[in-house]
Each structure stands twice: as structure tokens, then as C-alpha cells.
């Protein structure tokens, strides 16, 4: 856990200078400034006080600690390349099998195409960022282009497939998590 990180977020939250905070804990703006970047680690006294101006406690603030995490970077991302099917899988959350919905970025190459989805529980949308993607699901087909997106109910069977020599990109988002 980042103790540092998370004070600022929190004080960032209520809208708080360095300074404000270190007022309302009777403490100096450089202990706050050096706490945020972990350069000194407060004892839980002073922790506890800090909290509290924050408006939250010990307890909420280390099991909230779990899910702070609100902007992913690109060092975040998993791939999975299909070199049989010719597609890339780009996990843009980390570990977003465990949340009620699971974006990734799909790269289809040259006539490349997903694995079959049998019908399961749940919903699923996309967007095509780029090039352009057939649809099928159950006995239908629907071309989708740059721009344009899709949303479905999974009760049938379903996957995508690039008909074209370029590549198509693909913002999909399975509830629940499906990838």
C-alpha cells in the first residue's frame, strides 16, 4: 500500500492545499509535502489525526485501499496474441475478471477473427475504433464500422471477425467478465 499516494488522493478528494491540511493537523506543509512522496512515514497517532481531518478512519482508509486504483497506464495492460486466429487481446484493467465488467482493447489482424462465445449470463458492447468488423450472433450477421458500435444480450452464440486486409480495433466490455 502506498500510504503517501493515498493521503494526497484523500486530500486531493476534499479539496485540500498542502498547507489547509497541515493546518487542520497542526502539523508543517513540508512533513505533508514528505508524506505524500513517502519520504517519511507518519507513527499511527499522527496518521489517525490526519484521517480524521480527511474525514475517514484507519479502518476504512487501509480496506479501501484494495480498489483505489481508478487510472490504468500502459505498463498495466496484459496481452494474450492468437497467432492461429490472428487477434490480440490488450487487458486494459488488470485484473477486471473480479469486477462486474471487463473492457479490452481487441486487435483483429488481416482477416482475423475471435474464438466462438456460446451463449452465457450477461451483456456485451463494443466499439469499433478503427477499420471495420463482422458481427455474428446466432443465425445473424452485422458489419460494424469505425465509429459505430454494438450491444447485445449473450443468450446466443457470438464472435467478431475482420474481413479486410487492415486492422480493426476494438473496444469490448463483457458483464460479467467473459475474456
Same mark, same amino acid.
Given at each position: 500500500? /502506498?500510504?503517501?499516494?493515498?493521503?494526497?488522493?484523500?486530500?486531493?478528494?476534499?479539496?485540500? %492545499? &498542502? &498547507?489547509?491540511?497541515?493546518?487542520? =493537523?497542526?502539523?508543517?506543509?513540508?512533513?505533508?509535502? &514528505?508524506?505524500?512522496?513517502?519520504?517519511?512515514?507518519? @507513527?499511527?497517532?499522527?496518521?489517525?489525526?490526519?484521517?480524521? =481531518?480527511?474525514? %475517514?478512519?484507519?479502518? @476504512?482508509?487501509?480496506?479501501?485501499?484494495?480498489?483505489? $486504483?481508478?487510472?490504468? $497506464?500502459?505498463?498495466?495492460?496484459?496481452?494474450?496474441?492468437?497467432?492461429?486466429?490472428?487477434?490480440?487481446?490488450?487487458?486494459?484493467?488488470?485484473?477486471? &475478471?473480479? /469486477?462486474?465488467?471487463?473492457?479490452?482493447?481487441?486487435?483483429?489482424?488481416?482477416?482475423? $477473427? %475471435?474464438?466462438?462465445?456460446?451463449?452465457?449470463?450477461?451483456?456485451?458492447?463494443?466499439?469499433?475504433?478503427?477499420?471495420?468488423?463482422?458481427?455474428?450472433?446466432?443465425?445473424?450477421?452485422?458489419?460494424? $464500422?469505425?465509429?459505430?458500435?454494438?450491444?447485445?444480450?449473450?443468450?446466443?452464440?457470438?464472435?467478431?471477425? /475482420? %474481413?479486410?486486409?487492415?486492422?480493426?480495433?476494438?473496444?469490448?466490455? @463483457?458483464?460479467?467478465? /467473459?475474456?
Amino acid at each position: 500500500m /502506498n500510504i503517501g499516494e493515498n493521503i494526497k488522493r484523500l486530500r486531493n478528494a476534499n479539496s485540500l %492545499t &498542502q &498547507q489547509e491540511l497541515a493546518d487542520r =493537523c497542526e502539523l508543517t506543509k513540508g512533513y505533508i509535502s &514528505q508524506l505524500e512522496r513517502n519520504l517519511t512515514s507518519p @507513527s499511527i497517532a499522527t496518521l489517525t489525526d490526519i484521517l480524521e =481531518c480527511l474525514g %475517514t478512519d484507519l479502518s @476504512s482508509f487501509f480496506n479501501e485501499a484494495i480498489d483505489v $486504483k481508478i487510472v490504468f $497506464k500502459e505498463d498495466d495492460i496484459f496481452v494474450k496474441e492468437d497467432e492461429d486466429d490472428n487477434y490480440t487481446i490488450n487487458w486494459i484493467i488488470p485484473n477486471a &475478471q473480479k /469486477n462486474k465488467m471487463e473492457p479490452i482493447l481487441l486487435e483483429l489482424g488481416s482477416f482475423g $477473427k %475471435t474464438k466462438v462465445d456460446e451463449p452465457h449470463e450477461g451483456e456485451e458492447f463494443g466499439y469499433v475504433l478503427s477499420g471495420s468488423i463482422m458481427l455474428y450472433y446466432g443465425h445473424h450477421s452485422f458489419k460494424v $464500422k469505425k465509429g459505430e458500435s454494438f450491444y447485445f444480450k449473450t443468450n446466443k452464440s457470438h464472435y467478431i471477425e /475482420n %474481413t479486410s486486409k487492415n486492422i480493426a480495433r476494438v473496444i469490448w466490455v @463483457s458483464t460479467p467478465p /467473459n475474456f
